[in-house]
């Protein structure tokens, strides 16, 4: 992700933005993902985030990626770190070593990129993100 331009310009844009280097996701019908992220804003590490996703639709595979989310306003962020579940709808072809990924944005104010490291995996699904927010 660091050669795409949008999300180097989101970086620099955006009020904050979680990481999350490795998410490992896997499931046959019923799916589970797990991810341990930092927070960051004007570029400093405020906290860490604990995902976890659960999937229900046409789910076959395992694989791993990152995600990027990114807070656009104070108030997208503060709404985040109250916790509770957001959607997860998905859509993913992962053939082995790359794959292409898109999901919903879960509000108007944040962007959610995802980036495919590998696994084998078709998917198309719904579901919810639980996330897990504390202070550095």
Do not use: C, H
């Not at 959607?87 to 292409?100: E, N, R, T, W």
């Amino acid at each position: 992700m660091k050669n795409n331009k949008k999300i180097t310009k989101y970086i620099d844009e955006s009020y904050t933005y979680v990481v999350f280097p490795s998410v490992i996701k896997g499931g046959a019908l019923l799916g589970a993902a797990r991810a341990q992220g930092r927070a960051f804003s004007g570029g400093k590490w405020v906290g860490n985030v604990t995902m976890t996703q659960y999937n229900i639709g046409a789910l076959l595979g395992a694989q791993k990626y990152n995600e990027i989310i990114f807070f656009k306003t104070p108030e997208s962020f503060r709404k985040f770190m109250q916790g509770g579940f957001e959607d997860a709808s998905q859509f993913s072809l992962v053939p082995l070593y790359s794959g292409f990924s898109g999901d919903v944005d879960f509000a108007k104010d944040v962007e959610v990129y995802t980036s495919s490291d590998y696994g084998l995996m078709l998917e198309l699904s719904t579901g919810l993100q639980d996330f897990t927010y504390t202070s550095k």
